[in-house]
């Protein structure tokens, strides 16, 4: 069965600065996905990025970007110039490559906090 | 743009007792899910839903639960005998299912209190 961790509880970071949020992961298989949402206080968690296992570049969208390391199995997330309305939960996803049937794994969520 | 309701907010119920959690997913999306998340633990996946019959399902989605698409738009949970450890957030999400990176649309979640 595959794992999902995340060592950060909360993280804290100011506005207009860098943070970076850290995954990793334990899985047996060689192709999959992988995926950061972002939770803002009381709203349905919605998609950030996301990352094919097969794909040696690591995505970017806009200021979100990741640092995939396949052996390490490793998934980092890293927000560039935080803003406030970048303040949530963040969970890192696993889902295994193949059709729409299965589901996430998830990480445990690192809290997000961005300082005026 | 389209987002997936969920129904209610926020229910209690007495232990033993039968609830349904209700979900509108997205019109045109043909895959359904639901996951868990008890208080400070992991969002856990349950269940997915296609063509009217379960495509996967967890090791937690034992026979006290069940799915349904009841009509064209709703999907629905049900627990058939609430138990304390069922208290949790439930979240309800579609895709289109057309490949495993299909991005995932979520509810807002079901906060259910069993007492």
């Known amino acids: 069965a595959q794992t999902v961790t995340q060592s950060q509880p909360e993280m804290s970071v100011q506005e207009a600065e860098t943070v970076t949020l850290s995954c990793t992961y334990d899985?047996?298989?060689?192709?999959?996905?992988l995926f950061w949402y972002k939770q803002p206080p009381s709203r349905q968690m919605i998609l950030v990025i996301r990352?094919?296992?097969?794909?040696?570049q690591n995505a970017t969208e806009n200021r979100f970007s990741v640092n995939f390391q396949k052996a390490a199995k490793s998934f980092s997330l890293k927000i560039s110039d935080s803003q406030l309305g970048d303040a949530a939960m963040y969970f890192c996803?696993?889902?295994?490559?193949?059709?729409?049937?299965?589901?996430?794994?998830f990480g445990k969520g690192t809290h997000l906090i961005i300082q005026p | 743009e389209p987002e997936v309701t969920q129904t209610p907010s926020h229910q209690v119920t007495q232990m033993g007792q039968e609830v349904i959690l209700r979900c509108v997913p997205i019109s045109n999306h043909l895959y359904f899910y639901w996951y868990r998340q008890i208080l400070g633990q992991k969002v856990e996946f349950l269940v997915s839903?296609?063509?009217?019959?379960?495509?996967?399902k967890s090791e937690i989605f034992d026979d006290q639960f069940s799915v349904e698409r009841p009509d064209g738009s709703n999907f629905t949970l049900k627990i058939r005998s609430t138990k304390l450890e069922d208290s949790a957030m439930y979240f309800c999400a579609s895709a289109t299912g057309y490949s495993g990176a299909d991005t995932q649309y979520f509810g807002p979640g079901t906060r259910l209190t069993v007492l």
């Open positions: 990352q094919e296992a097969y794909k040696q």
């Open positions: 839903f296609y063509n009217n019959e379960i495509s996967e």
């Open positions: 996803a696993y889902r295994n490559r193949g059709g729409g049937a299965d589901g996430l794994t």
């Open positions: 899985t047996s298989e060689s192709d999959y996905y």
